[in-house]
């Protein structure tokens, strides 16, 4: 067991990798009531492609499958209801797709050592048969039917259809109807054996536990399974450019108040590894919180003139796969807010940012990060996707702190670059 400890942050991380390549990490915070558990696999809706390791051919899956797969996790051969299994012992149960992983959680306040071994053997122990998979069709198909009608899940994607030409990101997390009835059980058993072997995956325990003691359960509960070491997963990715698909896309809607999303692509960033990406990222993020955060000059600018609401905000994403930021919100006047963000944003990457500015958004983020602390939800979660990316969380906090105006000034010139912008806007639909 290896200690990985911030001092400044109070924090340990105890790491064990198990024989079969699993990555265990537990964070102890003594005191606390809660404990968080999250089993997650470098796996998500951008892996269409991939070569098998064994294999030399190249293997192309239905859009979609990712997330189908988590839905097929919970059914067990036994017909037991995984829910009602943590529920005995008083956890509550989850879990996620993203693009790029998928992620299987609990939350307790006892029994984590019995939830603990729920957790990994219902993920580590697939049920599926053509009947199961036939009937999940009609029920995730009704899932994507019913965000195909939501506006605010529409304008998001659009977004990153204006974004990316060639890149499965500009592709729903849940696929499509279409594309999700070409799934069988043979295509689940293969994204199963290959993305959720131990060695393409973590367990990230956070709460008021002994570290050798958890990490004991898990040694046991992974001696009673067959895994041997895999090789590393060949991902095949399409290159994209560093221009827009479309610099704008729009579509009309039932809506009362227009919905737009607007940002910048930034296929740059996404080439980056390790520290240099976390110090990349949080750049950013200040350049962005200074520039468009609700404390802003250019926000309350445009909150007064009714441009934009209180709901209005911005993120930015970036993983070793895509990389890009996202503002949105609702408008009265979507033309005109583009017009004035165009201009603003043209502005402030020729100029920057203010000393104060700076100052106000990077302590914000600092304040931010250090309150992310006192929850053992947001440590697990972040750690995890972190830990994923080839970056150490506990280094967010000096990170931050490290930064300076002309490191963050830089950024903002990189990112605002008009051929990386794209608008995506849905409008009221006309009588």
């Given at each position: 067991?290896?200690?990985?400890?911030?001092?400044?942050?109070?924090?340990?991380?105890?790491?064990?990798?198990?024989?079969?390549?699993?990555?265990?990490?537990?964070?102890?915070?003594?005191?606390?009531?809660?404990?968080?558990?999250?089993?997650?696999?470098?796996?998500?809706?951008?892996?269409?492609?991939?070569?098998?390791?064994?294999?030399?051919?190249?293997?192309?899956?239905?859009?979609?499958?990712?997330?189908?797969?988590?839905?097929?996790?919970?059914?067990?051969?036994?017909?037991?209801?995984?829910?009602?299994?943590?529920?005995?012992?008083?956890?509550?149960?989850?879990?996620?797709?993203?693009?790029?992983?998928?992620?299987?959680?609990?939350?307790?306040?006892?029994?984590?050592?019995?939830?603990?071994?729920?957790?990994?053997?219902?993920?580590?122990?697939?049920?599926?048969?053509?009947?199961?998979?036939?009937?999940?069709?009609?029920?995730?198909?009704?899932?994507?039917?019913?965000?195909?009608?939501?506006?605010?899940?529409?304008?998001?994607?659009?977004?990153?259809?204006?974004?990316?030409?060639?890149?499965?990101?500009?592709?729903?997390?849940?696929?499509?109807?279409?594309?999700?009835?070409?799934?069988?059980?043979?295509?689940?058993?293969?994204?199963?054996?290959?993305?959720?072997h131990p060695s393409n995956m973590n367990l990230?325990?956070?709460?008021?536990?002994?570290?050798?003691?958890?990490?004991?359960?898990?040694?046991?509960?992974?001696?009673?399974?067959?895994?041997?070491?895999?090789?590393?997963?060949?991902?095949?990715?399409?290159?994209?450019?560093?221009?827009?698909?479309?610099?704008?896309?729009?579509?009309?809607?039932?809506?009362?108040?227009?919905?737009?999303?607007?940002?910048?692509?930034?296929?740059?960033?996404?080439?980056l590894k390790g520290n240099d990406l976390l110090?990349?990222?949080?750049?950013?993020?200040?350049?962005?919180?200074?520039?468009?955060?609700?404390?802003?000059?250019?926000?309350?600018?445009?909150?007064?003139?009714?441009?934009?609401?209180?709901?209005?905000?911005?993120?930015?994403?970036?993983?070793?796969?895509?990389?890009?930021?996202?503002?949105?919100?609702?408008?009265?006047?979507?033309?005109?807010?583009?017009?004035?963000?165009?201009?603003?944003?043209?502005?402030?990457?020729?100029?920057?940012?203010?000393?104060?500015?700076?100052?106000?958004?990077?302590?914000?983020?600092?304040?931010?990060?250090?309150?992310?602390?006192?929850?053992?939800?947001?440590?697990?979660?972040?750690?995890?996707?972190?830990?994923?990316?080839?970056?150490?969380?506990?280094?967010?906090?000096?990170?931050?702190?490290?930064?300076?105006?002309?490191?963050?000034?830089?950024?903002?010139?990189?990112?605002?670059?008009?051929?990386?912008?794209?608008?995506?806007?849905?409008?009221?639909?006309?009588?």
């Amino acid at each position: 067991m290896h200690e990985i400890r911030n001092e400044q942050l109070q924090l340990a991380a105890y790491h064990e990798q198990i024989e079969n390549g699993l990555d265990v990490y537990v964070i102890p915070k003594p005191g606390f009531a809660q404990t968080f558990a999250l089993f997650t696999t470098k796996y998500g809706s951008i892996d269409r492609e991939f070569v098998v390791p064994g294999e030399t051919e190249r293997t192309v899956v239905p859009d979609g499958i990712a997330h189908f797969l988590e839905h097929k996790m919970f059914e067990q051969e036994s017909g037991e209801d995984v829910f009602n299994l943590f529920a005995k012992y008083g956890a509550s149960p989850n879990a996620f797709t993203s693009f790029d992983m998928t992620a299987y959680l609990f939350s307790s306040t006892i029994a984590v050592k019995e939830n603990l071994d729920i957790l990994l053997n219902y993920v580590q122990d697939p049920y599926f048969t053509d009947e199961n998979v036939e009937k999940e069709k009609g029920i995730i198909g009704q899932e994507i039917r019913m965000y195909d009608d939501n506006p605010g899940w529409v304008v998001y994607f659009n977004l990153l259809r204006g974004f990316y030409k060639q890149h499965p990101i500009n592709i729903d997390i849940a696929g499509t109807v279409e594309s999700i009835s070409k799934i069988t059980k043979e295509t689940l058993y293969k994204c199963y054996n290959t993305f959720y072997h131990p060695s393409n995956m973590n367990l990230v325990i956070v709460g008021d536990v002994d570290p050798a003691a958890i990490h004991a359960a898990v040694r046991d509960n992974q001696a009673q399974k067959d895994f041997t070491r895999q090789p590393d997963i060949q991902r095949l990715l399409p290159e994209e450019g560093e221009e827009v698909a479309e610099p704008r896309v729009q579509v009309e809607m039932v809506v009362s108040i227009p919905k737009i999303n607007f940002g910048y692509k930034d296929i740059k960033s996404s080439k980056l590894k390790g520290n240099d990406l976390l110090v990349n990222e949080y750049a950013t993020a200040i350049g962005l919180e200074a520039l468009f955060g609700k404390s802003s000059t250019l926000f309350n600018r445009l909150y007064e003139s009714g441009l934009v609401d209180k709901q209005f905000g911005w993120s930015y994403d970036v993983t070793p796969f895509y990389a890009h930021s996202v503002f949105g919100g609702n408008s009265p006047e979507p033309e005109k807010l583009l017009e004035a963000i165009t201009a603003a944003f043209a502005e402030a990457a020729d100029t920057g940012i203010s000393a104060e500015d700076f100052e106000r958004a990077k302590r914000k983020l600092i304040g931010q990060s250090l309150s992310d602390l006192d929850s053992p939800r947001a440590i697990c979660r972040q750690f995890s996707a972190y830990n994923l990316r080839g970056i150490d969380y506990f280094e967010t906090v000096p990170v931050l702190e490290s930064l300076t105006l002309d490191q963050v000034n830089q950024r903002l010139r990189e990112h605002l670059r008009p051929e990386c912008f794209s608008a995506s806007l849905v409008l009221p639909k006309k009588h």
